[in-house]
């Protein structure tokens, strides 16, 4: 089956402007925001690394320090993975035996040999608690663009993000080169068994991944991405609460009132996150989402027989602390996302990347 990846842009048109974008790692910088401070225990078994990288995927660098501690892998873990091409900031926590004592001052000759990758420690913390997947509360991005074309198209788009926020799209990096992982998961669900459960899930979230973003750009395209219909899932801003909205007369709260909410940024629209269960939308919505996915009914059905629940994720993305500056040509970008959240669903509305970038 053939996977498009072209959802609609906010605005209706795509961006008129196009920049360079990732020339080298400093251009794509990214911090990991924990939300708390790890709980120290001199005695603790976990070792909490701050941990800076520059040309290195997350993954690389959690074997690596396994390897610099001589443990297996699986015993390194992480909150979220970050992005290669970039520098960025984050914490690991390697799980150790309570008398073991580590120099970790040697860690970054370790990685002397590699030209174009680099890690350091710039903290260490013990910990009676590991660090896991999803952790941390958001990340925080610094991002320079080269030689936008069209910097008016450019600001313009920045002051609607800013007011209104983007959709909140899985990033293309989610469905691997070309839509790859959608095609593996399309086989898996097909029969072909995947051993690897790393694999399996990576396959299993792109897929759901997939089916969200169309519902998304359903309603962008139906202009109703911003109003409610009935029978409407919202979720509570700044919580994974939720509730469905009937629309009808004996609802509390009517339209203009949901209306209000959802305009102020007190409750958020949602798009569902497929699996088993009855749909959480009812009447219109859940209408309308059954119409956005009658053509992937194969898929629906392979995640439900995988076992995933119903679950919704907010349709629209608030872009926090966004600010800017203009230095000739070259943009310099900064803001805050909450986990789960893609920083290029965010420049996906402001430009076009060249293909020579």
């Given at each position: 089956?053939?996977y ?5 842009f906010?605005?209706g ?8 974008f990732?020339?080298?790692p400093?251009?794509?910088?990214v911090?990991?925001?924990?939300g ?7 005695k ?20 690596q320090?396994a ?15 970050k992005d290669?091409?970039a ?8 799980e150790?035996?309570?008398t ?16 174009d990758?680099?890690?350091?420690i710039l ?23 080269r ?9 313009a788009?920045?002051?609607e993000?800013q007011?209104?926020g ?11 080169h ?7 998961a399309?086989?898996m669900?097909?029969?072909r ?14 897929a ?7 519902v998304v750009?359903?309603?962008i395209?139906?202009?109703?991405a911003?109003t ?16 469905c909205?009937?629309?009808g007369e ?8 949901i209306?209000?909410?959802l ?11 497929w699996?088993?269960?009855?749909a959480?939308?009812?009447a ?7 119409e ?13 027989r ?8 907010a ?7 966004l ?21 290029t669903?965010?420049?996906r509305?402001l ?7």
């Amino acid at each position: 089956m053939n996977y498009e990846l072209d959802w609609a842009f906010q605005s209706g048109q795509p961006p008129a402007s196009s920049a360079r974008f990732k020339q080298q790692p400093d251009d794509f910088q990214v911090v990991e925001e924990l939300g708390f401070e790890p709980a120290e225990d001199e005695k603790g078994q976990h070792h909490w690394l701050w941990v800076e990288k520059r040309g290195a995927n997350t993954e690389f660098v959690a074997r690596q320090l396994a390897a610099f501690a001589g443990i297996e892998p699986r015993l390194v873990s992480f909150s979220g993975l970050k992005d290669r091409q970039a520098v960025t900031q984050q914490w690991f926590s390697v799980e150790l035996p309570a008398t073991r004592v580590i120099d970790w001052n040697g860690f970054r000759l370790e990685l002397e040999h590699a030209s174009d990758e680099d890690a350091r420690i710039l903290m260490h913390v013990r910990s009676g608690r590991k660090l896991r997947r999803g952790t941390h509360a958001a990340n925080r991005f610094a991002i320079r663009l080269r030689e936008v074309s069209q910097p008016a198209d450019v600001e313009a788009r920045l002051l609607e993000v800013q007011r209104h926020g983007v959709p909140n799209y899985f990033g293309l990096q989610r469905f691997g080169h070309g839509g790859a992982n959608l095609s593996k998961a399309e086989a898996m669900f097909a029969g072909r068994r995947v051993k690897d459960r790393t694999l399996r899930s990576l396959y299993l979230s792109a897929a759901r991944s997939f089916l969200f973003n169309q519902v998304v750009s359903a309603r962008i395209e139906r202009q109703l991405a911003h109003t409610p219909l009935a029978g409407d899932v919202f979720m509570l801003a700044g919580s994974q609460s939720f509730f469905c909205w009937s629309g009808g007369e004996a609802e509390s709260e009517n339209e203009s009132a949901i209306q209000a909410r959802l305009d102020c940024g007190d409750i958020r629209l949602t798009a569902p996150l497929w699996g088993r269960g009855a749909a959480l939308t009812q009447a219109q919505a859940a209408e309308f989402e059954a119409e956005a996915l009658a053509p992937w009914a194969n898929v629906r059905e392979g995640l439900e027989r995988a076992g995933l629940k119903q679950e919704r994720r907010a349709l629209q993305l608030q872009v926090e602390d966004l600010r800017w500056e203009w230095r000739g040509d070259e943009l310099e970008l900064a803001f805050r996302l909450p986990t789960g959240a893609f920083a290029t669903s965010v420049l996906r509305e402001l430009f076009i990347t060249r293909p020579d970038a």
